[in-house]
């Protein structure tokens, strides 16, 4: 499963990226205000920092606006894919630019007929929110089991399934068991997918052994 950072923080990317594991990076509009910097600037420097796709998200809600976006945001850099939201003019943007040969990510995914259309649509990526399912009492990663289903039938389609507001690393572990493509992981998560309280006593234990044998 590709691993994603979604984050606008370049700080938290660089030291993600460090890891040498990070596949691309998502950002979205709350995501770049709270970094308080320019849009164009940050992209590119994200895209300078990662070989991956970097998610830039249009904020027009008509399709035209969506593609004249879309396409400036092609230009800051090679690696930059288009984010829409699942909309009905969403859709129309990501045939137009996936047509036009721009990767388009498809975001704000909550249902598996949405994750079909977005398919049809040419969608290179999309990205169910598990989260927020979560978050109002329904299953979130029931819906990506749904979508990895459809999808598999259709071998034709090529879209990733891409699993988007992910909260802990128990969601990380359950889509990757159901073969989602790509986790866009918040860096706390990354961060703590890493850790184990047993690997951290087992290093100690290791090393004080070492030490008093030497002694
Ligand atoms: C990813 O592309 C989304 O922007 C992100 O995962 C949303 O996560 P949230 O529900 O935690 O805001």
Not at 85 to 110: M, W
Not at 122 to 130: D, E, H, L, Q, R
Not at 139 to 150: H, N, P, T
């Amino acid at each position: 499963m590709k691993i994603f950072i979604d984050s606008a923080n370049v700080d938290e990317i660089r030291e993600a990226a460090s890891l040498g594991l990070v596949d691309g990076v998502t950002t979205n509009p709350s995501l770049v205000a709270k970094s308080g910097r320019d849009f164009r600037e940050v992209i590119e420097e994200i895209c300078s920092l990662v070989d991956g796709p970097v998610s830039a998200e249009v904020t027009g809600l008509q399709a035209d606006e969506m593609v004249a976006e879309g396409m400036e945001y092609a230009a800051w850099a090679d690696n930059v894919i288009i984010k829409v939201p699942l909309t009905r003019e969403g859709l129309k943007a990501c045939k137009r630019l996936s047509s036009d040969g721009i990767g388009v990510n498809v975001t704000l995914c909550f249902s598996a007929n949405q994750a079909l259309l977005a398919a049809k649509a040419g969608a290179t990526y999309i990205s169910p929110f598990i989260g927020r399912l979560d978050d109002i009492g329904h299953d979130g990663m029931q819906l990506i089991s749904d979508i990895v289903e459809i999808y598999n039938h259709y071998p034709n389609l090529e879209t990733e399934v891409l699993v988007a507001s992910v909260r802990h690393p128990r969601h990380v572990t359950e889509a990757a068991k159901l073969g989602a493509d790509v986790a866009t992981i918040p860096f706390p998560v990354l961060d703590k997918m890493l850790l184990h309280p047993k690997t951290d006593s087992g290093l100690e234990k290791f090393l004080k052994d070492w030490e008093n044998a030497k002694s």
